[in-house]
T-cell receptor, first 116, second 117 residues
Framework: AQTVTQSQPEMSVQEAETVTLSCTYDTSESNYYLFWYKQPPSRQMILVIR??????QNATENRFSVNFQKAAKSFSLKISDSQLGDTAMYFC?????????????FGKGTKLSVIP | EAGVAQSPRYKIIEKRQSVAFWCNPI?????LYWYQQILGQGPKLLIQFQNNGVVDDSQLPKDRFSAERLKGVDSTLKIQPAKLEDSAVYLCASSLDGETGAYNEQFFGPGTRLTVL
């Protein structure tokens, strides 16, 4: 079974500061994708950033970037210049091929609070 | 472009009652997913459809849960009879139908919060 571990149930950061959310996963798959999803209090799950496992270069998306360490099976999310709107639950979700299509496996999430 | 629609947004029922949730995916998306998200946890996949066929329902408690996707568009998830532990948010997501091995982003609906008393 695939497992995903987000070791920080809750975190807080001052507005404009930088914060890093950690994620480790366990898989025997060789080809997969990794995602960070954001779920604000309104509950709509939104994709933040995506990383293909076969790419060595870390993905970036504006203020969001990842540190992908394939050998260590680690996939952390860095949020720079934190904004109040970043307050949300953040889920790490590897995506593995199953039954002919890719499926997401979610971690338990990290609750991030951005403090004014 | 309209997103994934779900209804109702909230539902409160007594245990042993029945309940149904509806999902309308993004137009043109062939793959539809139902997730269960218990408070304090990440979403767990219940069932995956591709068009109107089931791709994976290995985590669906089939003794009480059922789902269908008639005509390959809308989908309904039903619980009968409900138990206290079914209290959760039920999320629907959809994605384009890509080639096998290719990834297509999943887009999520707002979810239905179910409370079983």
């Amino acid at each position: 079974a695939q497992t995903v571990t987000q070791s920080q149930p809750e975190m807080s950061v001052q507005e404009a500061e930088t914060v890093t959310l950690s994620c480790t996963y366990d898989t025997s798959e060789s080809n997969y994708y990794l995602f960070w999803y954001k779920q604000p209090p309104s509950r709509q799950m939104i994709l933040v950033i995506r990383q293909e496992a076969y790419k060595q270069q870390n993905a970036t998306e504006n203020r969001f970037s990842v540190n992908f360490q394939k050998a260590a099976k680690s996939f952390s999310l860095k949020i720079s210049d934190s904004q109040l709107g970043d307050t949300a639950m953040y889920f790490c979700a590897p995506s593995y091929s199953g039954a002919g299509s890719y499926q997401l496996t979610f971690g338990k999430g990290t609750k991030l609070s951005v403090i004014p | 472009e309209a997103g994934v629609a779900q209804s109702p947004r909230y539902k409160i029922i007594e245990k042993r009652q029945s309940v149904a949730f509806w999902c309308n995916p993004i137009s043109g998306h062939a793959t539809l997913y139902w997730y269960q998200q218990i408070l304090g946890q990440g979403p767990k996949l219940l069932i995956q459809f591709q068009n109107n066929g089931v791709v994976d329902d290995s985590q669906l408690p089939k003794d009480r849960f059922s789902a269908e996707r008639l005509k390959g568009v809308d989908s309904t998830l039903k619980i009968q009879p409900a138990k206290l532990e079914d209290s959760a948010v039920y999320l629907c997501a959809s994605s384009l139908d890509g080639e096998t091995g290719a990834y297509n982003e999943q887009f999520f609906g707002p979810g239905t919060r179910l409370t079983v008393l």
